[in-house]
């Protein structure tokens, strides 16, 4: 762990909402956290927890009706070659078309985004895209940009790299697309990386050379990762710190260890209980969560996860939403059976 | 292939070939051979997994036993209620049609699937007049039971589906397949689509089903963990083959081809503490249009030797039970899960 220094982000309290004419869509409602340099920070939820929208809110691409209300988003620029003075700078202040956010976005923070397959242009050779990339960032001629794309195509892994930079995304397959969009993504040396579900369109022996690429790739880099997916044993195996979320809230965050063998909240607890492995006995019911997500535009008041909840304290989970609260040393959790003193009185 | 039980359903040289076509006058100048000469059998009241990579054919060999597609040749053996025995694959589409009362599908998108301008009881109940309940009231009535047993309240017949979320969505799909009261049902990855909350409710319900109604499911996934949590017996295929088939149990905890143990060793263990993904399949699924010489995963195999490099393996029974297509099965030592 890199702890001594700073995190390299740090959000504070973060609100994104989406207001339309039906209503409020509250997709982040609070969230906090903080990513340190060299860290694999998980992100792990159902649809609709906010996982894609915190994703998109760091990167400042939220789209129309979607807004930051509220909370900020320090990434710091401490150690950056040509630093120009400050500290850190507030994402959230940025205007997000702005030069400044520009230069951040697939520089400093890059994404590798869940469809390789949409996020790369028919038209246009992977070589190109890689190659534009390169030289919006950097003052480089087209040589030594097509040198650095080649150099990143062999670091990801893609075999005969020179005639890769002449194909098209069409031309690959998922795998070796996903490793292009990789090397894309690391085109700029990013400091941090979001993975949004980078597995989830490709099968399991292709994801599993995937999460090793990044693995080895976060090693060699010492670049922090946030990985996002709904796959609990693709968190397990890849991150090294865990943040549940549910419904635009953080349920519990904390080392991976702890979230998978000592997890506090009903909700990790009854997620991790629910889901048949290769390892569990066959043929037994399972443990359900009873009722589905509930509909954004009807988020039920508290907590939100509290209809679903086995152990609701009835007059306090429904009235109040928990903060959160430490109950170790790394791990937090957002529930009102450890709010001590608190849950006596209905 | 045959065990102490009568098989409802036998496939036998199954294949199905998508041409390629050419040039202005559509020369056909290949084949895409999604499923490649594959047998298996189905017994009656048990689960036989289906599991595979993308592209590996196991929907197209799901949509050919439901005759959604006609296959190029292969028998396809179904035990009718009335214990006849006929052959999907010679059938046309007259004949078939009476036979789909008893096979029904559960398909893989709940958002797809169901039709948004009819409502539940238009939904549930249109396989029921097509089969010739034309009395409304007997329909609503059937309507009303069936979504009891899936777990949904009857009021929701007038409903229509995007009032409901994925997992309800799923539910009604499966009152659908379950109208006509089918004795085979093949389930295109049920629970894929579906948030991971509500699979285990989804996968309760296809268990507690099976055993009221004496269903025989085959079970198309990808998903490992939910494969062995639901399966009976499992067969694996690649490229268009099946390469192993055996009883969950002995596929797991001893794979004998070395595909079915890579795929074992790729799945992501819920367990920060169990490293998995050691083990490295190198390369790419190749194209069912242009498989490799010999046995289709040579190379990408760490036991291959000359003779898989040239001849293609037969698929065999090695144990009572336990089939594989591999030269090297006998000789070579896998890992299973523990």
């Known amino acids: 762990m890199s702890n001594q220094t700073g995190p390299l982000l740090s959000v504070r309290d973060l609100k994104t909402h989406f207001v339309m004419d039906e209503g409020i869509v509250k997709a982040v409602d609070g969230v906090s956290f903080d990513v340190y340099r060299g860290q694999v920070f998980g992100i792990v939820g159902e649809s609709g927890c906010g996982k894609t929208v915190t994703m998109k809110s760091i990167l400042r691409i939220v789209e129309h009706p979607g807004k930051i209300v509220h909370g900020q988003m320090l990434l710091s620029r401490e150690g950056r070659d040509g630093s120009g003075g400050e500290d850190s700078v507030n994402l959230a202040r940025l205007d997000p078309k702005g030069k400044e956010m520009r230069s951040i976005r697939g520089a400093e923070i890059a994404l590798i985004p869940q469809e390789p397959m949409a996020s790369f242009s028919p038209v246009h050779t992977i070589g190109d895209q890689i190659i534009e990339t390169i030289r919006l960032h950097q003052a480089i001629d087209k040589k030594g940009a097509r040198k650095s794309a080649l150099r990143l195509l062999m670091d990801v892994g893609i075999p005969m790299p020179e005639r890769r930079l002449e194909a098209y995304s069409w031309q690959l397959s998922g795998g070796l697309r996903q490793r292009a969009i990789i090397a894309m993504a690391l085109s700029c040396s990013p400091r941090l990386l979001i993975a949004d579900e980078p597995t989830t369109a490709v099968d399991v022996t292709t994801q599993a050379q995937v999460l090793r690429l990044l693995r080895q790739l976060q090693k060699d880099r010492n670049a922090a990762i946030i990985f996002i997916t709904h796959d609990l044993g693709v968190i397990a195996q890849i991150a090294e710190y865990v943040m549940v979320m549910y419904l635009g809230l953080v349920m519990e965050r904390g080392p991976v260890d702890d979230i998978f063998h000592e997890p506090k909240h009903p909700y990790t607890q009854a997620l991790l209980r629910s889901i048949p492995s290769v390892n569990s006995a066959p043929r037994v019911d399972l443990p359900t969560i009873s009722g589905s997500i509930p509909h954004p535009f009807n988020k039920p008041p508290g907590c939100p996860f509290h209809p679903r909840c086995g152990r609701r304290i009835p007059g306090t989970c429904d009235v109040r939403t928990p903060a959160l609260q430490a109950v170790g040393e790394r791990q937090w959790v957002s529930c009102f059976l450890y709010h001590d003193g608190e849950v006596a009185v209905p | ?338």
């Open chain 2, 1 to 338: 292939m045959n065990n102490d039980k009568t098989p409802l359903l036998e496939v036998k040289n199954l294949c199905k070939y998508f041409p390629i076509q050419k040039g202005s006058f559509k020369k056909i100048v290949g084949n895409v051979r999604a499923v490649d000469d594959i047998s298996f059998f189905v017994n009656e009241g048990e689960t036989l997994g289906l599991v595979g990579e993308s592209g590996c054919g196991k929907t197209t060999t799901s949509r050919c036993i439901l005759r959604a597609m006609a296959p190029t040749s292969g028998e396809m053996l179904f035990r009718t209620k009335e214990g006849r025995v006929v052959d999907l694959a010679k059938l046309d589409r007259s004949e078939i049609r009476p036979l789909r009362q008893q096979m029904q599908m559960i398909f893989q998108d709940p958002y797809g699937s169901l039709n948004p301008r009819m409502t539940l009881f238009e939904i549930v109940g249109e396989p029921l007049l097509v089969n010739g309940m034309r009395s409304r009231k007997e329909r609503t009535d059937r309507v009303a039971e069936l979504l009891h047993l899936v777990g949904l309240r009857p009021e929701y017949m007038p409903r229509f589906p995007h009032a409901f979320s994925g997992g309800q969505r799923q539910r009604i799909g499966i009152a659908r397949a379950l109208s006509v009261n089918p004795r085979l049902v093949v389930a295109d990855e049920p629970i894929s689509a579906l948030d991971v909350s509500v699979q285990a409710q989804i996968l309760n319900l296809l268990l507690d089903l099976q055993t009221r109604l004496s269903l025989t499911y085959l079970f198309v996934a990808h998903n490992l963990g939910v494969v062995k949590h639901i399966c009976d017996r499992v067969a694996v295929m690649y490229v268009g083959k099946l390469v192993e088939m055996a009883k969950t149990d002995a596929l797991y905890h001893s794979p004998r081809h070395p595909y079915t143990a890579a795929l074992m060793a790729a799945v992501p263990v819920a367990d920060p503490r169990v490293q998995t993904g050691n083990v490295e399949l190198k390369g790419e699924v190749p194209s069912p249009a242009n498989p490799p010489s010999g046995c289709y995963f040579h190379p990408r195999c760490a036991h291959a030797s000359d003779v898989c490099r040239t001849r293609m393996p037969v698929f065999r029974e090695i144990d009572p039970g336990h089939f594989v297509a591999c030269h090297r099965a006998e000789e070579i030592e896998l890992a299973g899960i523990a």
